[in-house]
């Protein structure tokens, strides 16, 4: 399936989001879109590092939304 990850931050005063990142891709399913957007989530070269993301379908609904834990997919990726 099409989906499209929103990717941005969040500032804690007003709850107000600034888009940093948009991105369109392919995944299986809803876990498998999670797994393609934490991926991106490191690797694209966005303006900051996101806090949250989106994950929508092609026709916009929502499949995901949630916090990006950064430590957490550091700590994955340090692992043998």
Known sequence: ???VIEFYRT?????AHAIVGRETKEAA????????AR????????????DAMTITDANGATLYCGVINAEAANDERLQP
């Open 39 to 50: 991926q991106l989530s490191q690797t694209l070269d966005m303006p900051q590092r996101p």
């Open 1 to 3: 399936m099409k989906i």
């Open 29 to 36: 399913n809803t876990d498998d879109a999670i797994e393609v």
């Open 11 to 15: 500032r804690n005063a007003d709850d």
